[in-house]
């Protein structure tokens, strides 16, 4: 994907969506925001971008028929929160990123359609009613594509490292899919036999106690939570995990991109265009009451090879025939 710089005025929200008639009327011009829970640095431009061309590819241009306004919200909830609200008093749709974008979508903009993109789950946390009937003003694309995922990312430690029994789980305790997050891994434990150790972080600046914590808890890796922190943060953690030579798993590709071990996550340009499929279908009409929620469409494994070498591992061939990159 070519990446170029993109940064929108901030448009804001009508209170009322337009009824299926409206919404198709000749010549209206959809005012959209765009609201993104990381930094323009971090991967924001490209998504941002992304969404545009996915949107472009469907009919839905800039300037022709929608108008479409990017802000870059940063991983802290209560901006995020902020974001929104300014947002509210003349968009016809939000786009949210993210479980604390969609959780702040949920609060603030009441009866203003909103896609979702990016939540790990959504039924849980109280988003919607369930998948396949939303119910309310909301709809969108999810992380997770099951509740087993973050047990199979604890079973690619345990896979790389068979002896291990303690792993460090970095979560950012703001983020609402930490507690859907932990349940699914402490449903893996039994099988697996390895014990967690939780460690919170609020921010960047809280990554260097964690990882002092870390180093002196006896933990053989670390598995970090997806979210909004822990995705903008993510190069700083996997060069903190490679410094205390640990390997480190996480849900995003950039991550190992960065100089982290291995990743299993939803591949982003994908669930971009699943989400610019959803925004499209509310602007020819659709109710997000009754657009399904949509799971991610594959999931992609990464593994940082150099890494590897540098932590002295020797990767199981099965797992390195599973890999969709091996990355060098």
Not at 4 to 16: K, N
Not at 188 to 203: F, Q, R
């Amino acid at each position: 994907m070519r990446r170029r710089e993109f940064m929108g005025a901030i448009c804001g929200a009508a209170a009322v969506w337009p009824c299926g008639a409206e919404a198709q009327q000749a010549g209206k011009l959809w005012r959209i925001a765009d609201v993104l829970v990381t930094t323009p640095e971090s991967g924001g431009t490209a998504f941002a971008q992304g969404i545009e061309q996915a949107l472009a590819d469907r009919g839905d241009v800039q300037g022709r028929n929608i108008v479409l306004t990017h802000q870059f919200a940063g991983p802290r909830p209560a901006k995020v929160r902020e974001v929104i609200a300014s947002l509210l008093p003349e968009i016809d749709l939000l786009v949210a990123w993210g479980t604390i974008g969609g959780v702040a979508a949920k609060e603030l903009a009441v009866g203003v359609p909103t896609v979702f993109v990016s939540v790990g789950a959504p039924v849980e946390i109280g988003l919607v009613r369930s998948l396949a009937h939303p119910g309310g003003n909301m709809t969108g694309i999810s992380f997770e594509a099951a509740t087993e995922t973050y047990g199979k990312r604890l079973q690619l430690l345990k896979e790389i490292v068979p002896a291990l029994q303690r792993v460090a789980v970095l979560r950012a305790v703001s983020d609402p899919n930490v507690g859907f997050a932990m349940t699914s891994l402490e449903a893996a434990l039994p099988e697996l036999g390895v014990t967690l150790v939780s460690v919170d972080i609020k921010s960047a600046d809280d990554l260097d106690p964690a990882f002092a914590k870390i180093k002196s808890s006896e933990v053989g890796a670390v598995l970090a939570i997806a979210g909004a922190l822990t995705f903008t943060v993510g190069a700083e953690i996997a060069a903190r995990a490679l410094a205390a030579h640990l390997p480190f798993c996480s849900a995003f590709k950039e991550t190992v991109v960065a100089g982290g071990l291995i990743s299993l996550g939803p591949d982003y340009p994908a669930i971009t265009r699943q989400a610019a499929a959803q925004i499209d279908k509310i602007i020819k009409g659709a109710s997000p009451a009754d657009i399904p929620v949509e799971q991610p469409a594959r999931y992609d494994l990464y593994i940082n090879m150099k890494t590897a070498r540098l932590l002295d591992l020797t990767l199981p061939p099965s797992l390195l025939a599973r890999a969709d990159e091996m990355i060098e």
